[in-house]
């Protein structure tokens, strides 16, 4: 089932479905290494609409909630 | 000869560069501490060569101006070669803009750095195959612990030597078809790149280079616009973006040929953010971080203050005697150790403090913590997680805060991180509010003008945001894997930023001591107190302050240091009454940046801009001032 980045639980895996914002933002996912296709993990969600931990290839990386919305993905 | 350091933010290429570079360094550990290049001298192979470090950037094809200014940079006659410093841990990731580097002409030498971080990650790298495959050295390097850093500098010489630039990887088949094409109307005229690599940047739309070109091939521009198109229909996706995906799809595959991938072992660092990032804990754990923070600082500060005044008054007392405060001489003397003193004994025990524990925070890895865990907050005044660090740099100097604005992407966030930034008290008036509230009205209410500024900044920014209502684009982050920082990045960190202070801003402070003493001696000092008269007739203050603020514009720890002699020099609480004191110190934490802050403003954001900075603070500032001391009527 395809669902928001932002709406995954933390502790789950899911593979990156599509970026939906503008080039510049999936660019920079890129550089950091998140591509589609790629599987990551929710580490955590701050409080108070902060922004996600996401674990990817080994490196760990803050999206704000503006960015996980715009990620597509599916639970694995 | 020179030799210019490139690679991705926490690649530990600051690392390398202090190792080797001395003194004249900055490292960090966060996303693009690094925004100014820093040069130095060094001898590899008994031969003097310039070593620059550049930004720490993700790729070259610019998004943000550090990119820009670092293809523009690299491919210039300027630089003889490239070491390209790549995190080993991350390798797919990093080896992205070595593929982009080898399209530059320059001979290119790979660090792989970090092999340790590698090790504990349980990755076997095969670095001859790696050499193989990109057709340059590959040279191991732990930075941090020194390791490997001789030979990769003298493997760098010998490739600068040989002058012999790398070649380009091949993308897909359909896609070096185009860029031949292009290439094919280039004759080299441009001189700036190769044609192919050159017809590759074009595709990706450069928009200086195609501005270059517009006069030299008139006829290119069309035939680029629709090879830009036919890509976008055959691959579905926008030239720059296929391109940035094919090197990104080279890299990966460079990585997975030479990386053995076992057992990974899960360590200490990897538990830490459960307790740092947790949403109760880790908010317990910044507020005690930060607290033992500033307790150690300003508790080494207090320590070493009293006894650094005591010996400036004896000394001031002693010329007095000596040549008696009446002569010009006398007056010039003492007026010139105030100054020595204002720097010795006001900002060194709080500044030298204080920046070594900021490298430390920086090197563990802690501040884009910080950003993670204020995102929130920093979103409620139009800015995210990542514009925390200017503010808590503003505590240390406003001018390394404004600088660390460059990190952010958008003009609209850079503009308000600074303004605000500007807004925070750094160090120096840190000092005239211990110097002054802490010290006659107690700590309490130092405290509360503390909160009370950052009640104020939170207000301004509201306002700024709902002014400037553009929407940001949202936090992206990396956590870099927490380290423990040696000990020697640390010192040559605050070493670089105190020899700042020490070069420019100290001769001012001494300068404008001796300028105001002389004022005082020939009794000009009251033209200048009616000049601003208005502003300390509005506040409720005496006429006599005036000096002090305008001195407080050179330096801010100078409204303290002056505010002594501008008074006549009777103990402050016999001067200035409770309220006159508050509205004083809140009116200094806001008004009108530093001269060496207005000049950073003035370089990052344009004089418009610094203007507008300028006039709002004092703004702000005659409002606080106003606020603040109605507040202290009512509640003293």
Redesign the interface.
């Known amino acids: 089932m395809v669902m928001r980045l932002l709406d995954v639980k933390s502790g789950k895996k899911v593979c990156l479905m599509d970026f939906q914002g503008s ?11 998140l ?1 589609r296709g790629d599987t990551a993990k929710v ?9 996600l ?1 996401v674990e990817c ?11 996980a919305v715009k990620i597509l993905v599916e639970e694995v | 000869m020179r030799f210019a350091l490139i690679g991705q933010p926490n690649s530990g290429k600051s690392t390398l560069f202090n190792h080797v570079a001395g003194y004249k360094a900055e490292t960090g550990n966060f996303a693009g501490t690094t925004v100014i290049y820093t040069e130095s001298k060094i001898l590899v192979s008994g031969e003097k060569v310039n070593l620059v470090d550049l930004p720490g950037t993700y790729s070259l094809s610019g998004m943000n101006p550090a990119e820009k200014v670092t293809l523009h940079y690299l491919t210039s006659n300027e630089v003889s070669m490239i070491i390209n410093v790549v995190d080993a841990s991350h390798l797919a990731q990093g080896l992205g803009l070595t593929v982009e580097l080898l399209e530059l002409n320059k001979p290119l030498v790979v660090a792989l750095n970090m092999m340790d971080e590698a090790i504990r990650e349980g990755m076997t790298i095969d670095i001859p195959l790696l050499q193989t495959l990109l057709s340059i050295p590959v040279v191991p390097l732990v930075a941090s612990k020194g390791r490997g850093v001789r030979n990769l500098f003298v493997t760098a010489h010998y490739v600068a030597k040989q002058d012999n630039p790398p070649k380009r990887l091949t993308y897909a088949k359909d896609l070096e078809e185009i860029i031949l094409e292009i290439a094919g109307n280039l004759d080299g005229k441009t001189a700036i790149l190769e044609p192919e690599p050159f017809a590759i940047k074009l595709l990706e739309g450069e928009i200086q280079w195609q501005d270059q070109i517009h006069e030299e091939y008139p006829q290119l521009p069309p035939k680029l616009k629709r090879a830009q198109l036919f890509i976008e229909q055959t691959r579905g996706q926008s030239a720059d973006w296929v391109i940035s995906g094919e090197r990104q799809a080279l890299a990966t595959n460079l990585a997975s040929a030479v990386v053995q991938q076992g057992e990974r072992r899960v360590s200490w660092r990897d538990r830490i953010d459960d307790i740092l990032l947790h949403p109760v804990f880790g908010y317990v754990a910044l507020v005690l971080i930060m607290f033992l923070f500033f307790e150690i600082v300003y508790g080494i500060g207090s320590i070493l203050e009293a006894p650094l005044l005591d010996f400036f008054s004896h000394l001031e007392g002693f010329l007095d005697n000596l040549l008696g405060a009446d002569t010009l001489l006398g007056a010039s003397l003492i007026g010139i150790v105030q100054g020595i003193a204002g720097g010795v004994a006001i900002v060194f025990p709080y500044l030298v403090p204080f920046l070594l524990g900021l490298g430390f925070l920086e090197d563990v890895g802690y501040l884009p913590r910080i950003a993670f865990l204020m995102d929130t907050l920093m979103k409620r005044i139009g800015l995210q997680g990542n514009a925390i660090v200017p503010f808590i740099l503003g505590y240390g100097c406003n001018v390394p805060a404004v600088m660390s604005t460059r990190t952010l992407e958008n003009r609209r966030d850079r503009f308000l991180a600074a303004a605000l930034s500007t807004l925070v008290p750094c160090a120096a008036r840190i000092a005239v509010v211990f110097g002054l509230v802490a010290f006659y009205l107690g700590p309490t209410i130092a405290l509360a003008i503390y909160f009370f500024n950052l009640v104020v900044i939170a207000i301004t920014g509201r306002i700024l945001s709902g002014l400037l209502p553009e929407k940001t684009p949202g936090l992206i982050l990396e956590m870099p894997v927490y380290r423990i920082p040696t000990f020697r990045t640390v010192i040559h960190k605050t070493w670089f930023r105190l020899h700042e202070f020490v070069v420019e801003a100290w001769p001012i402070l001494i300068a404008g001591s001796l300028v105001l003493a002389i004022l005082i001696f020939y009794n000009l000092d009251k033209i200048l107190n009616t000049f601003v008269r208005p502003i300390t007739w509005i506040l409720g203050l005496p006429a006599a302050v005036g000096l002090p603020l305008i001195f407080g514009i050179l330096r801010k720890e100078l409204s303290l240091v002056m505010l002594y002699q501008a008074l006549g020099g009777v103990e402050f609480s016999d001067a200035l009454t409770s309220v006159q004191l508050i509205t004083y110190t809140v009116f200094v934490v806001f008004y009108i940046p530093c001269l060496a802050t207005l000049a950073v403003l003035k370089r990052e954001l344009g004089t418009r801009n610094m203007v507008i900075i300028t006039l709002l603070t004092v703004v702000i500032a005659m409002i606080a001032a106003q606020i603040a001391r109605f507040l202290a009527i009512i509640l003293l």
Do not use: D, M
């Open positions: 080039r510049g933002l999936e660019l920079k996912l890129r550089q950091l290494g591509v580490i955590r969600h701050a409080p108070l609409g902060g922004p931990l290839k080994g490196r760990r990386i803050a999206l704000g909630r503006g960015i």
